[in-house]
């Protein structure tokens, strides 16, 4: 099922994107589906909605219509890999994040990395998905395919 934004109902702060998704004014039954937020004609924001929550991918779009962002979403928060594009189509950075935190961030130009960021983590035991992809190489980060 898919919705537009101005249909649903929310719980929260849709700036922090923190929002819950109701398909009732009294905020009683939450929606599960796809949500699609667009300017005029164009689709800005798509996301995926289990239990009123983000949760699976979200799409952030250019004016163009180009993808600028994917991100796994658990919750309300990202979660999981984060891939963000030029308008060209092309792949500038690849992020495993936790919780809207990254922890770490592979930054590319020209189809070559340019940089690696490491970012502390706030506890010494991550989730285990987390955990996982913190094995892939480099390469299997670049080529991570969203499910």
């Given at each position: 099922m898919e919705k537009y934004f101005e249909e649903l109902y929310l719980k929260g702060d849709p700036i922090s994107g923190e929002s819950d998704y109701y398909i009732d004014k009294n905020l009683t039954i939450p929606y599960d589906g796809t949500v699609i937020d667009k300017d005029g004609?164009?689709?800005?924001?798509?996301?995926?909605?289990?239990?009123?929550?983000?949760?699976?991918?979200?799409?952030?779009?250019?004016?163009?219509?180009?993808?600028?962002?994917?991100?796994?979403?658990?919750?309300?928060?990202?979660?999981?890999?984060?891939?963000?594009?030029?308008?060209?189509?092309?792949?500038?950075s690849v992020s495993i994040v936790w919780n809207n935190g990254y922890l770490r961030t592979i930054y590319i130009n020209n189809n070559k990395i340019e940089k690696i960021e490491n970012y502390k983590p706030t506890i010494n035991r991550l989730p285990e998905k987390i955990s996982y992809l913190f094995t892939l190489s480099n390469e299997e980060l670049i080529n991570y395919k969203f499910e």
């Open positions: 004609d164009i689709i800005i924001w798509k996301f995926e909605v289990r239990n009123g929550k983000r949760t699976g991918l979200e799409y952030i779009y250019y004016s163009n219509g180009k993808i600028e962002q994917i991100n796994e979403c658990r919750g309300n928060l990202t979660f999981g890999v984060s891939k963000e594009f030029d308008q060209n189509g092309n792949l500038r």
